[in-house]
C-alpha cells in the first residue's frame, strides 16, 4: 500500500506564490506517473501537473508556464512549485499515484490508484 500525504496548501494573492508538497510512504514502485489535480467548487477533477519516474513531465493548458512539477532525489516527495497565481487556481489540489507509467500522455484521474486527502489553495484578487 501507499500513503501520500500533501501540505503547503493555503491562501495566497493573485501574482503571489505557493508550493506545494506531497510526502509518498509505503510501498515503492520503480515505473510510475504521479500528478497533481485539482478540483474546484461544483466542477470535475482536473489534472493539471504529471511527473513521470523517468523525469518527463505534462502541463496542462490551464497552468503551463505558471506551475512547475517536481521530485525530490529520492522519488520520495512530489512538488508543485505555483507561480502567479490567479483566482481560478483556488480548489482543493490531490496527489495521486498510478503504478504504471503515464505513458506520454496526461491518464484521466480512474488511472491513479493512490491518492492523497487534499490541501485547500485559495487565491484572493
Known amino acids: 500500500q501507499v500513503q501520500l500525504v500533501e501540505s503547503g496548501g493555503g491562501s495566497a494573492q493573485a501574482g503571489g506564490s505557493l508550493r506545494l508538497s506531497c510526502v509518498r510512504t509505503g510501498d515503492f514502485y520503480r515505473y510510475n506517473c504521479m500528478a497533481w489535480f485539482r478540483q474546484a467548487p461544483g466542477k470535475a477533477r482536473e489534472g493539471i501537473a504529471y511527473?513521470?519516474?523517468?523525469?518527463?513531465?505534462m502541463y496542462a493548458d490551464s497552468v503551463k508556464g505558471r506551475f512547475t512539477i517536481s521530485r525530490d532525489s529520492a522519488d520520495r516527495t512530489l512538488y508543485l512549485q505555483m507561480n502567479t497565481l490567479k483566482p481560478e487556481d483556488t480548489a482543493i489540489y490531490y496527489c495521486?499515484?498510478?503504478?504504471?507509467?503515464?505513458?506520454?500522455?496526461?491518464?484521466?484521474?480512474?488511472?491513479?490508484?493512490?491518492w492523497g486527502q487534499g490541501t485547500q489553495v485559495t487565491v484572493s484578487p
Open positions: 511527473h513521470e519516474s523517468a523525469g518527463s513531465v
Open positions: 495521486a499515484l498510478r503504478t504504471q507509467p503515464c505513458g506520454g500522455r496526461a491518464p484521466s484521474s480512474s488511472a491513479f490508484s493512490f
